[in-house]
């Protein structure tokens, strides 16, 4: 059985930054692509970041390249989200879920084993 659980949301300022982790427990995580996701109320979920099995290939939504990072420690079972120059519309709870394909592709079904998310609200 595969767990996922998110944390490190939280409530903060516009343009400051937050690091969200997840950390999964089960079998076949360091051979499991990764990705985080977010959605807000009334809203479909969308792809911010994913990662390749070993880190070695990341890729990013549009709306988030050079502000947000992916990144993954194996050893620890955990994938962070560095967020930084937060927006007040980037207020979503964030979900990280495994990859059930060989790549993090931005496709929510392409993914089986989700978070409960963790909410992150940005002020103005």
């Known amino acids: 059985q595969v767990q996922v659980v998110e944390s490190g949301g939280g409530l903060v300022q516009a343009g400051a930054s937050l690091k969200l982790s997840c950390t999964v427990s089960?079998?076949?995580?360091?051979?499991?692509?990764m990705g985080w996701f977010r959605q807000a109320p009334g809203k479909e979920r969308e792809f911010v970041a994913g990662i390749s099995w070993n880190g070695g290939s990341t890729n990013y939504a549009d709306s988030v390249k050079g502000r947000f990072t992916i990144s993954r420690d194996n050893a620890k079972n955990t994938v962070y989200l560095q967020m930084n120059s937060l927006k007040p519309e980037e207020t979503p709870v964030y979900y990280c879920a495994r990859a059930r394909t060989s790549s993090a592709d931005t496709t929510p079904r392409n993914y089986d084993f989700w978070g409960q998310g963790t909410q992150v609200t940005v002020q103005s």
């Open positions: 089960g079998r076949a995580f360091g051979w499991s692509p």
